[in-house]
Every structure is written in structure tokens, then in C-alpha cells.
């Protein structure tokens, strides 16, 4: 590798959303995350709706008013 071209990378605190501080490498000063392990429902097994910016209510509208399927098409 070329010397003095690469950023210095460091030992850095990573701040979650819910709280939880850990420590992880980066050529950043400090990270602060929206969702971590400790909050994430896959590793916590609980039921939570992670929403961004409003896209689950924009889903939801999207979709209540598309029109219904007729149901099966005969088969010839």
C-alpha cells in the first residue's frame, strides 16, 4: 500500500438511537446509529415496526385503497 495516502483508522464509540454505546473501528470520529443489536427485533425476538421517515403509514395508505382482485381466471 502507498503511505500517507490511506485515512487513520481508529477505535471509535458507536451511540445507538436506544441507548447502547460499543466500540468498533472506523477512520470516522464517532458514529451514532439508528438501530442496533440490542434493539433490533431479529436478535430481540420482539415485534417492533421500525420506521423510517413515515414509510410504513405510506405503505399503508398505498395500499388500502387499491382495488381488490377479482379472484381466479377460468381455466380453458
Do not use: W
Request: hydrophobic share 35%; glycine share 6%.
Amino acid at each position: 500500500m502507498k503511505k500517507e495516502i490511506h485515512p487513520q483508522f481508529k477505535e471509535v464509540k458507536a451511540v445507538c438511537a436506544c441507548g447502547n454505546v460499543f466500540t468498533t473501528g472506523s477512520t470516522l470520529d464517532d458514529i451514532k446509529v439508528e438501530i442496533c443489536s440490542a434493539c433490533h427485533p431479529f436478535f430481540t425476538g420482539k415485534q417492533k415496526l421500525v420506521d423510517t421517515a413515515g414509510r410504513v403509514e405510506r405503505f399503508q395508505r398505498k395500499y388500502a385503497q387499491a382495488p381488490k382482485p377479482m379472484g381466479k381466471k377460468a381455466a380453458k
